[in-house]
């Protein structure tokens, strides 16, 4: 059974600063990785996709791939109080079938 | 225009009751899921559904149906309703397979079950 693990949180940072959100995974054959953000009583959105090894970055966000370690971070620069949010991490196989998603860290930016 | 469309937006309903929760999409998308958050916020895929194939999540009880009338909907009919089945259920659809990249979220049902 495939898990996905992430700190529940909620991680508050001040407005500004970088929020760090954590996310492990058991199958070490895992090829596809995304963060979602899900505001409260909203759907999941896609914000991130990672295949490789390394740094992807979009904007203010920054998602780190270390699958020798099987984990992958995401990273919010400048974090604004509307970045307040669950994130979800999904780990799938390749082209992103079979994935699961972790509990989800709440992001909470404090002006 | 609603990419993705579920209806009802809440369902209060009683135990040992048999409802169903109707999604539409409008986006010509060839596979349909249906997942279930719970209150701790598990999102946890359900069933993946196109017009040759349905995948089962082998967890899902068989109280649970999905049933397509057209490629265009995916309704979810459960049976007996339980108190654990007290969740947000989110339709969604991608053009190809489950490839997160192109897949929209419906905007979720909540259901509580009393």
């Known amino acids: 059974q495939k898990e996905v693990e992430q700190n529940s949180g909620p991680l508050s940072v001040p407005e500004g600063a970088i929020a760090s959100l954590n996310c492990t995974y058991s199958?070490?054959?895992?090829?596809?990785f995304f963060w979602y953000r899900q505001y409260s009583g909203k759907s999941p959105e896609l914000i991130m996709s990672?295949?490789?090894?390394g740094d992807k970055e979009d904007g203010r966000f920054t998602a780190q791939l270390n699958k020798a370690s099987q984990y992958v971070s995401l990273l919010i620069r400048d974090s604004q109080p509307s970045d307040s949010a669950t994130y979800l991490c999904a780990v799938g196989d390749n082209y992103g079938q079979n994935f699961v998603f972790g509990p989800g860290t709440r992001l909470s930016v404090l002006p | 225009d609603t990419a993705v469309s579920q209806t009802p937006k809440y369902l209060v309903t009683q135990m040992g009751n048999d409802k169903s929760i109707k999604c539409e999409q409008n986006?010509?998308?060839?596979?349909m899921y249906w997942y279930k958050q719970d209150s701790k916020k598990f999102l946890k895929i359900m069933f993946s559904y196109n017009n040759k194939e349905l995948i089962i999540n082998e967890t899902v009880p068989n109280r649970f149906s999905p049933k397509s009338p057209d490629k265009a909907h995916l309704n979810l009919h459960i049976n007996s309703l339980e108190l654990g089945d007290s969740a947000v259920y989110f339709c969604a659809s991608s053009p190809l397979g489950a490839d997160p990249e192109t897949q929209y979220f419906g905007p979720g049902t909540r259901l509580l079950v009393l």
């Open positions: 990672i295949y490789s090894n």
């Open positions: 986006l010509g998308h060839d596979t």
């Open positions: 199958d070490r054959g895992s090829q596809s």
